[in-house]
């Protein structure tokens, strides 16, 4: 079978936000680390969301139902 296809955008607002969206059937979700990920389902599934940019780094991904 083929894999779904997802597409993430994260676009950078100038008020120091990003806005997170995505197309297709999949699940948001988000680690501290790329050395050591840890994903884990973010703890907002909206599309759109606008995440602060002033709080710790963080790395999302959209992993497929």
Not at 3 to 32: C, F
Not at 40 to 65: C, G, H, L, Y
């Amino acid at each position: 079978p083929r894999a779904a296809h997802l597409d993430l955008t994260i676009l950078r607002n100038a008020d120091q936000t990003v806005s997170l969206s995505w197309s297709g059937l999949g699940a948001l979700e988000q680690t501290t680390s790329l050395t050591t990920p840890n994903w884990q389902p973010a703890p907002s599934q909206a599309n759109p969301q606008t995440i602060s940019t002033t709080s710790a780094m963080e790395f999302f991904r959209v992993k497929a139902d």
